[in-house]
């Protein structure tokens, strides 16, 4: 019983700390313009996050690659328009934004 007790505010505490984080990397998204180029579920000028995502899913260098991308900018994966750098963007931060796409 004490167990159980134990286990409900934890799973709870889990739950919410998920959602408020995955709010939190939208949050982020938008604050570096991100969503100005990509929607989450529709292009934009750049691919949907969730194609990115798709794209990707499975490929354990994706992380990395993609943070440099968002980082350096890039050109040539989704199309002709190239995605330009976002160099106020920090590593720390482009891995977070990066693994918030992956998890779409």
Not at 20 to 32: N, P, T, W, Y
Not at 84 to 96: F, K, L, M, V, Y
Request: glycine share 8%.
């Amino acid at each position: 019983m004490l167990k159980t007790k134990l286990l409900i505010p934890l799973v709870s505490a889990l739950l919410i700390f998920t959602s408020q984080s995955l709010m939190a990397d939208e949050a982020l998204a938008r604050s570096k313009n991100c969503l100005a180029c990509h929607g989450i579920d529709n292009k934009i000028v750049g691919p949907a996050f969730k194609d990115v995502a798709a794209k990707y899913k499975g490929d354990a260098s994706a992380v990395a690659t993609l943070a440099a991308k968002v980082r350096k900018g890039g050109s040539g994966v989704w199309g002709a328009i190239p995605m330009p750098p976002n160099g106020s963007t920090s590593e720390a931060e482009a891995e977070i934004l990066v693994k918030w796409v992956l998890s779409l």
